[in-house]
């Protein structure tokens, strides 16, 4: 039987690692670093390692808002949803993330944009 995304990817162990380092990318990032500025780092890296986790077949259980809800009224713009997506890229490929899973995670992430963009 083939592995789960969630086991190809390391684990709750190697996601955490991905989605902190994308997390330090998006802070750094000129394009959309303002937009998190005044978070909780902490809790906002434990949310999206748990996203990640959730969303790519393991056992975690993402508690935080679904993404219409946490970006409504935010005007997300596509370069925005780019840089951010540009970031996790970054995060997986730093991090030793094989090209299939980097890209089956993008698909996923591209999955969301509707809900991400100007709701």
Partial sequence: MPKSLYERLGGQQGIRAVAHAAVDNHLRNPV?????QDSDVAKLKDLATA???AGSGGPE???GRDMRTA???MNVNEQEYLAVMDD???AMR???VGPQEQSDVVAILYSLKGEILRV
Wanted: charged content about 25%; glycine content about 16%.
């Fill in 32 to 36: 959309v670093g303002v937009r998190f």
């Fill in 61 to 63: 259980v993402y508690e």
């Fill in 94 to 96: 730093r991090h030793g």
């Fill in 71 to 73: 970006h409504r009224g």
């Fill in 51 to 53: 996203f990640f986790c």
């Fill in 88 to 90: 996790v890229v970054d």
